[in-house]
């Protein structure tokens, strides 16, 4: 009989390497060198990562499995069958998070959580969220082939709709409000409804939160989506935490008038004012030491007719860093640009901050694991921001965490074209297991 998945075929092979693995560490061993956990198997990480596409892949390369579709529930079925053969207990909480569990041997020491996300944007790539889904799997089957017990309880978690708003990772910190629940998702499910559908109850959701304290720490491996790493023909970025983020409404009001019969002289253009500001937020967040960006993403002009001078513009300012003091820093610096142009041009411009999320170190103890597990295999690498939102945010409001990154080319995500080479993701779950294992022993 034909086995049903690639996973099975590579489980036999497994054992005939851990043999000889097993004589390799055994060498190590006795010339005092400490032994290191055996590396994944490549071949097989990969396979798993291709088996994804099988659920919503658009044959263009890309994928769209939307956070409670049919391709969803199908990606997790799929993935509950995986995680099964590395002897993972499997279960839904009430979230609807999928969580495969294997005990530790301290009945005392808390779970050591690893995962991502299996959803897509619509029209997104086989990458993001995936490499890391597949990573864990591989991680969790390794274990399992080598028989390889952790004195902590290990957790693998499929957060759910990470691309609609993280709402799996921040159930899990009793951030989800009553009101998301009947935001409708990109599958056309309310989130409510999305809840049901993966098994969850949404009645219940506040129970599926987790007290701060009750993990050992959190490790997620994800694609950069960003071009750092391919730029410096680097192989493992370590992520030193997750940006945050402030936006602002930003409104510059002038004089509306006639764009014929209205002198230059005499003009107060709200829309040339702005693009003082345009250009002064750049400016500040170009010329500042550190690593902060800052955007102008969204403008619109009023009257916004050829023939009338703007006399109002509402704009948007983002400032993302890794600090909140920096971004604090940067919007110093912007507002006292605005305050010379309101005196230049006689404008008015008022910030108004609506949204921020908070910054997310990574535990500087998990970043020297992460580094020494890269270096100990002998991969390139280097310490990174995380530009975008990850889960690996919300866990940190529950432990520690660690984020590994592995290259995207051109730095392009959320796109069809997004791609990450096998190699790498085969040298990102190495560095997974590899710091996992640190970390049980730590
Ligand atoms: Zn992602």
Do not use: C
């Not at 995680?83 to 779970?111: C, F, K, Q, Y």
């Not at 086989?126 to 969790?140: C, L």
């Not at 919300?394 to 096998?422: K, N, Q, W």
Request: no cysteine; net charge negative; charged share 20%.
């Amino acid at each position: 009989m034909l086995p049903d998945s690639p996973i099975e075929d590579h489980r036999r092979f497994g054992r005939r390497d851990f043999l000889k693995r097993s004589a390799a560490a055994a060498v190590a061993f006795s010339t005092g060198f400490p032994p290191q956990p055996p590396t994944i198997d490549a071949s097989r990480v990969n396979a798993i990562l291709a088996r994804f596409r099988r659920f919503g892949g658009t044959g263009d390369g890309g994928t769209t499995r939307l956070a409670y579709s049919d391709e969803d529930l199908a990606g997790r079925d799929y993935a509950t069958g995986v995680m099964r053969r590395a002897g993972l207990e499997v279960s839904t909480d009430l979230a609807g998070n999928l969580i495969g569990r294997r005990p530790g041997t301290d009945p005392a020491a808390l779970p050591i959580i690893i995962g991502s996300h299996m959803d897509s944007v619509p029209g997104g790539g086989s990458y993001d969220g995936q490499v890391g889904s597949a990573a864990a799997f591989e991680v969790a089957l390794t274990l399992a082939d080598h028989d390889i017990a952790l004195r902590h309880p290990l957790e693998v978690i499929i957060f759910q709709n990470e691309e609609g708003g993280k709402t799996g990772s921040r159930a899990l910190v009793g951030r989800v409000y009553a009101f998301e629940l009947d935001i409708v998702t990109a599958s056309g499910h309310p989130i409510r409804d999305g809840i049901a559908r993966l098994g969850g109850d949404p009645a219940r959701l506040a129970e599926a939160r987790r007290e701060p304290g009750s993990m050992a720490g959190f490790l997620e491996l994800h694609i950069e989506q960003g071009a750092l790493l391919e730029a410096g023909g680097t192989q493992i970025g370590v992520v030193e935490g997750i940006v945050g983020i402030r936006r602002w409404n930003v409104t510059v009001r002038g004089a509306q008038n006639h764009a014929g019969t209205t002198p230059m002289p005499l003009r107060r253009d709200a829309l040339v004012a702005a693009a003082d500001f345009v250009r002064a937020a750049n400016e500040v967040a170009t010329t500042m030491p550190g690593r902060q960006v800052a955007t102008v993403g969204r403008i619109e002009a009023i009257p916004g007719a050829p023939n009338v001078v703007p006399g109002e513009v509402r704009a948007t300012l983002e400032i993302r860093d890794l600090e909140m003091t920096g971004i604090d820093r940067v919007f110093t610096g912007i507002a006292a640009r605005a305050r010379t142009i309101e005196a230049d041009r006689e404008v008015a411009i008022t910030l108004a901050q609506f949204y921020e999320s908070l910054a997310a170190p990574t535990d500087p103890r998990f970043r020297n694991i992460v580094e020494a597990a890269a270096a100990g295999l002998g991969y390139s690498h280097t310490r990174m921001p995380s530009g975008a939102g990850h889960d690996a945010q919300s866990m940190a409001e529950l432990g520690p965490v660690g984020m590994i990154f592995v290259p995207s080319r051109a730095g392009i995500s959320h796109s069809p074209d997004e791609y990450t080479a096998p190699e790498d993701v085969a040298r990102g779950a190495n560095v997974l297991l590899r710091s996992l294992v640190a970390l049980d022993g730590r």
